[in-house]
């Protein structure tokens, strides 16, 4: 699926359009920096049902929310780090297989441990609107 943002006031309806496409729990985000990547992430774990204040992990690795009916939304970014086994210290294999959403940035970084049953979301810029493409 295809869909194109013109402003930040298309993201909160195309992250509920994505939010019903979803199969699986794993969403590896691509894209070149500043891209729109985290902003997104934050309109579709609002979509997913979590009322919590959504920030950036760059330095944490890992934020957790929580969704109004009680599951967990883990926001992953691996931007600085230098090698998946910095990944796995942080415990990321217990996070991908706890039937949680795993929203992940830069997931090339991990590329290794990431379940074959996962989504793709790509985002680029083209003539100043983003383009957003849903594989499954």
Not at 100 to 108: F, G, K, R, T, V
Not at 116 to 135: F, M, N, P, Q, Y
Request: aromatic share 12%; hydrophobic share 40%; charged share 30%.
């Amino acid at each position: 699926m295809v869909y194109f943002l013109k402003s930040i006031a298309d993201i909160p309806r195309v992250a509920q359009e994505v939010a019903k496409q979803l199969q699986h729990k794993i969403i590896c985000f691509e894209g070149e920096m500043g891209a729109g990547k985290t902003t997104f992430i934050k309109g579709l774990i609002q979509a997913l049902g979590s009322e919590d204040d959504v920030s950036s992990p760059t330095f944490s690795l890992v934020n957790e929310y929580d969704t109004v009916d009680g599951k967990k939304i883990y926001h992953f970014d691996f931007y600085r780090i230098h090698d998946a086994t910095e990944a796995l210290d942080i415990g990321l294999e217990d996070y991908l297989y706890a039937d949680a959403y795993c929203m992940i940035e830069w997931p090339d970084k991990i590329i290794n441990f990431v379940p074959k049953e996962h989504h793709v979301i790509r985002l680029e810029i083209e003539d100043g609107v983003r383009k957003l493409t849903l594989d499954n």
